[in-house]
């Protein structure tokens, strides 16, 4: 996949050679983007941060070419959800998107977190995309045999 920088920022990186996601970085000029930080506020020229219940949609520097019949899907890092309570609010970015990408993460803890300039925030994985069309057809349709599921829901198939 081929990517180009629109601002400093470090390029996107596996934490091994057989991580599925690539690590994406918050940019180092973090003050050329406080007008697109909804609910996060600029602490210093390096560092952001975000209110309970609050977000940051924060330009990631990167814009990428998309290779066919694939996506780009944002995955929270591990450490950043449990250590910083960041969750991913928007996650697709489709192949035709040409734009630069955004890293959108909400602080869905109970404490003010802060993120630098330079941290790792989010893995984007490549995942292939099927462009089936939807077709309505007749309940009675829709399914040629009954699976063992059946129309089961939550915790039809086994305990908690």
């Known amino acids: 996949m081929q990517i180009a920088k629109v601002r400093t920022v470090k390029t996107p990186t596996r934490g091994t050679p057989r991580s599925a996601g690539l690590d994406f970085y918050v940019p180092d000029d973090l003050s050329m983007i406080s007008d697109k930080l909804h609910g996060a506020w600029p ?65 869905v803890g109970n404490e003010t977190v802060s993120i630098s300039a330079g941290e790792k925030l989010i893995q984007l994985v490549l995942v292939p995309v099927s462009y089936e069309s939807v077709q309505v057809v007749d309940e009675s349709l829709l399914f040629a045999q009954d699976s063992q599921r059946g129309s089961g829901g939550f915790g039809s198939t086994g305990d908690f």
């Open 43 to 107: 602490q210093s020229f390096d560092t952001i941060s975000i209110a309970p219940g609050g977000s940051a949609f924060i330009p990631s520097g990167i814009k990428a070419n998309i290779p066919d019949g694939h996506a780009l899907i944002a995955f929270n890092k591990s450490g950043v959800a449990l250590k910083k309570s960041l969750f991913i609010g928007a996650c697709v970015i489709d192949e035709d998107y040409q734009g630069e990408i955004h890293l959108h993460v909400v602080n």
